[in-house]
């Protein structure tokens, strides 16, 4: 058990990532109402999507260089002042422009605490239980991804999209308050933020998304093209300047770590899974199996209650047993449970799809917390800051291109890209379970 003290700082920085990892998700379901109320064109109004996601990205890495040198501390309860804050003037914006700047304020908020939340969960749990404390957040940040359109349905039914937005202060209130109390300090490094550097990596990783996403939309290929030409171009130009750093923002001397390396790997294909499965679920259900939107927010749900059960069981197995045979065994139950969920009998019954959705949960809860304590533990105590970086954007770059992949499943065949995008999730699952159990062979040397 935990003392009561680092209990109550745990407890905060699990209700800051829940808000903050809804958020990602939240308001996707309310884009049509609040592009009617605020007068503003269905495409436009996608912005509202997009600012809080870019946003978030570009500024993880900057963002968890920034926690080593100042303290974890300063910079999770700095991103979670300026989020509430943002979810506030979220609620009370009356024009587009201003719901979309203050989504993009919420997105360096959130960055602020996802970047550096891994972090200090290592400064706050004991070496021997980090297994514990990671299985914890895995859950937290699983169900938070899986329930975002449930309770926003569940809150639409009963109030306007503002409290979509608004539900966040009084929680964003709550986790300061128990933070600036509980929170520890942790120590920071005698060296200089790189701002060229900083600026270098936000613009890559915003290149590279727009094309992305705009790939995934049949946007002009021209412009596509541009964008993953100026992304490589960066990249380039950043690896060439943090080379020979010893600690880069990009973190390169992480990656020499081979294990670190397949981890990283492991979580981005892992997520890319989750996010085919999040996004085309939803229309197979209710374009292809006649379900409502309430009945398909239910038949959701089993993924989410299986991590539930299957995360904190895998955290404390991961303080005794190798990640490489706990997490390949968890993706190749995730695996099997795509497939199951690609062929999927014609008119199933709930019974039918519930089963494999708590397969599918149970292998991904089962996997996750051993992976990311495979993570943090490969990297040196002073460099936590850039594997919990790491941690972040492997999570929402595999979340952006699951989601893109769906969008050029549906594109390419109308009537079976859903269950192509299972398919393919499988496929991620089967590349990240090969990646895990390849870390049995393989040193944590440079």
């Known amino acids: 058990m935990l003392p009561e003290g680092r209990f109550l700082a745990v407890t905060a920085i699990a209700i800051s990532v829940a808000i903050s990892t809804l958020d990602s998700t939240i308001a996707n379901i309310a884009l049509p109402t609040i592009a009617g109320d605020l007068g503003a064109d269905p495409a436009t109004s996608i912005w509202v999507i997009t600012a809080y996601q870019l946003v978030m990205v570009m500024t993880l890495l900057p963002l968890s260089s920034l926690g080593e040198i100042v303290g974890y501390r300063r910079v999770y309860l700095g991103g979670l002042i300026v989020f509430t804050l943002a979810s506030f003037v979220c609620a009370m914006a ?8 203050a989504r993009a304020l919420q997105g360096l908020g959130a960055a602020g605490v996802v970047s550096v939340n891994t972090a200090m969960i ?37 109030a306007s999209w503002i409290w979509l937005f608004a539900i966040n202060v009084p ?23 790189d701002w060229p550097d900083a600026i270098l990596s936000a613009a890559t990783f ?46 390169l001397d992480l990656f020499r770590r081979p294990i670190f390396a397949l981890s990283s790997l492991t979580s981005i294909c892992s997520f890319t899974c989750q996010g085919l499965a999040f996004v085309a679920l939803p229309f197979y259900f209710q374009t292809m199996l006649g379900r409502s939107q309430a009945e398909t927010g239910l038949l959701m749900t089993p993924w989410p209650v299986a991590v539930a059960f299957m995360a904190p069981l895998a955290g404390r197995l991961a303080d005794r047993y190798a990640a490489g045979i706990l997490g390949s065994g968890g993706l190749a139950v995730l695996a099997l449970g795509m497939l199951m969920m690609a062929w999927l009998p014609s008119g199933p019954s ?10 599918c949960g149970a292998g991904f809860g089962f ?28 999570r929402l770059l595999g979340q952006t291109l699951g989601a893109a992949l769906v969008a050029l499943c549906l594109g390419l065949f109308p009537e079976r890209g859903t269950v192509l ?3 393919l999730g499988a496929a991620f699952a089967a590349v990240a379970a090969i990646a895990s159990l390849s870390r049995l062979v393989v040193s944590n040397k440079p």
């Open 171 to 193: 929680f964003g209130l709550l986790a300061i308050v128990i933070g600036l109390r509980h929170l520890p300090e942790t120590p920071g490094i005698a060296r200089r933020f």
């Open 421 to 423: 995008a299972l398919g």
């Open 367 to 394: 996997f996750q917390a051993p992976n990311l304590r495979t993570i943090l533990a490969s990297a040196p105590p002073h460099r936590s800051g850039g594997a919990s970086g790491i941690i972040a954007i492997s």
């Open 206 to 251: 915003c290149l590279f998304i727009l094309a992305v996403g705009e790939g995934a939309h049949a946007a002009a290929p021209a412009l596509i093209a541009a964008e993953l030409i100026g992304a490589s171009i960066l990249a380039i130009v950043l690896v060439r300047r943090q080379a020979t750093q010893e600690a880069p923002i990009l973190p």
């Open 122 to 158: 290592r400064f706050i749990y004991p070496s021997r239980l980090l297994g514990r404390g990671v299985g914890f957040m895995a859950f937290v940040v699983a169900v938070s991804s899986a329930l975002g359109p449930t309770l926003a349905s569940a809150i639409l039914s009963v």
């Open 94 to 101: 009356s024009s587009l422009p201003t719901l979309v700047a």
């Open 350 to 359: 709930t019974f039918d799809i519930v089963w494999r959705m708590g397969i």
